[in-house]
């Protein structure tokens, strides 16, 4: 059986979050205002959809 890609997703999102925590700790308010929402929605697509579509299989084909 052949093992599906990785896509780095999670990953990413958790750079992207370690990012977005450094920057929210030097006090950089106007780029935070500017990047907080494409990041938290980039983290939560990337760690939630993933976790309902392993419990659930909801995006893969149904058989006919």
Same mark, same amino acid.
């Given at each position: 059986?052949? /093992?599906? *890609?990785?896509?780095? *997703?999670?990953?990413?999102?958790?750079i &992207? &979050?370690? #990012?977005?925590?450094?920057?929210?700790? /030097?006090?950089?308010?106007?780029? #935070?205002? #500017?990047?907080?929402?494409?990041?938290?929605?980039?983290? *939560? #697509?990337?760690?939630?959809?993933?976790?309902?579509?392993? *419990?659930?299989? &909801?995006? /893969?084909?149904?058989?006919?």
């Open positions: 059986m052949k /093992q599906p *890609s990785k896509t780095w *997703s999670r990953e990413t999102a958790a &992207l &979050l370690a #990012v977005l925590c450094w920057t929210i700790y /030097q006090e950089n308010t106007d780029l #935070v205002e #500017v990047i907080i929402w494409p990041i938290t929605t980039y983290a *939560s #697509v990337a760690f939630g959809l993933r976790r309902i579509d392993v *419990s659930d299989k &909801l995006f /893969q084909p149904k058989p006919s």
